[in-house]
T-cell receptor, first 114, second 115 residues
Framework: ETGVTQTPRHLVMGMTNKKSLKCEQHLGHNAMYWYKQSAKKPLELMFVYSLEERVENNSVPSRFSPECPNSSHLFLHLHTLQPEDSALYLC?????????????FGPGTRLTVL | KQEVTQIPAALSVPEGENLVLNCSFTDSAIYNLQWFRQDPGKGLTSLLLIQSSQREQTSGRLNASLDKSSGRSTLYIAASQPGDSATYLCAVSPYSGAGSYQLTFGKGTKLSVIP
């Protein structure tokens, strides 16, 4: 595996379910990001991690809970979501958390909340 | 607050045509600007990154220009092909300050190249 991978690629869940999205990067990067892409809206940054420490939480509801156990893995734990949370969730990584460093994106997880 | 606008929202052209996609941003204090390609339901692929000190970057049939003072960038695609059909996103990173790693994205231009 190379680059940034995400699993699952598609997820359908009810509002009372608990699920997790997984992201893994094979680039030796130290920074990882979660983005949300809703229909007809620009990509929105949700969370940023630098060396497993969260450095940004962009006013994201607590029903989204990120976890970064090491610099290669990033999770997004989901519980009691709303239908408006249906979106494409993209993970990205960069060498460091800095505007100097290009971000590399994964293929995304298409989430549908019923 | 930085805002990025991409016009048009959608574009359809016959194969072989040259085309230009536009991106504008409200705050000229940027560190760099990136153009990405996104295929339906897929992640983003970086096409070109222009540093604020640069005027343009080229990769194959793609040429991106940057006019920081006027807050504009264009992506020129030469001799378009059906495989170029995708959504093209523009993103800028701020020059400095808190959250300077944050990219601000436009909504994208959906390109269809008709065979």
């Amino acid at each position: 595996e190379t680059g940034v991978t995400q699993t699952p690629r598609h997820l359908v869940m009810g509002m009372t379910n608990k699920k997790s999205l997984k992201c893994e990067q094979h680039l030796g990067h130290n920074a990882m990001y979660w983005y949300k892409q809703s229909a007809k809206k620009p990509l929105e940054l949700m969370f940023v991690y630098s060396l497993e420490e969260r450095v940004e939480n962009n006013s994201v509801p607590s029903r989204f809970s990120p976890e970064c156990p090491n610099s290669s893995h990033l999770f997004l734990h989901l519980h009691t979501l709303q239908p408006e949370d249906s979106a494409l969730y993209l993970c990205a990584s960069a060498l460091r958390v800095s505007h100097h460093n290009e971000q590399f994106f994964g293929p995304g997880t298409r989430l549908t909340v019923l | 607050k930085q805002e990025v606008t991409q016009i048009p929202a959608a574009l359809s052209v016959p194969e072989g045509e040259n085309l230009v996609l536009n991106c504008s941003f409200t705050d000229s204090a940027i560190y760099n600007l990136q153009w990405f390609r996104q295929d339906p339901g897929k992640g983003l692929t970086s096409l070109l990154l222009i540093q604020s000190s640069q005027r343009e970057q080229t990769s194959g049939r793609l040429n991106a220009s940057l006019d920081k003072s006027s807050g504009r960038s264009t992506l020129y695609i030469a001799a378009s092909q059906p495989g170029d059909s995708a959504t093209y996103l523009c993103a800028v990173s701020p020059y400095s300050g808190a959250g300077s790693y944050q990219l601000t994205f436009g909504k994208g231009t959906k390109l269809s190249v008709i065979p």
